[in-house]
Nanobody, 115 residues
């Protein structure tokens, strides 16, 4: 089993920055992918950014150039640096880890951007 604990959400003005952090613990092995999804009210959960153990990344087009994902494989942590935040970035952000066919999710952290 894997546990994910997120931190760093909050309220920020448009144009501001926030950093989300996620720490994974438990049965974590070798190759995996960690990242962030988000879900806004009335919308489906969508991928924001992900990063594999080897360093390859994937970003949603809406955050490219504004958000940066990073991870520490030794500590099993993943961060999401969010700059130039927009009101449409308001959502609950979920950390996730995928290894093999299994996916694990954090409890979610609220990010609210005021315009």
């Amino acid at each position: 089993q894997v546990q994910l604990v997120e931190s760093g959400g909050g309220l920020v003005q448009a144009g501001g920055s926030l950093t989300l952090s996620c720490a994974a613990s438990g049965s974590i092995f070798g190759f995996n992918t960690m990242g962030w999804y988000r879900q806004a009210p009335g919308k489906q959960r969508e991928l924001v950014a992900s990063m594999a153990t080897g360093g390859s990344t994937n970003y949603d087009d809406s955050v490219k150039g504004r958000f940066t994902i990073s991870r520490d494989n030794a500590k099993n942590t993943v961060n999401l640096q969010m700059n130039s935040l927009k009101s449409e970035d308001t959502a609950v952000y979920y950390c996730y880890l995928k290894q093999g066919v299994r996916e694990y999710w954090g409890q979610g952290t609220q990010v609210s951007v005021s315009s």
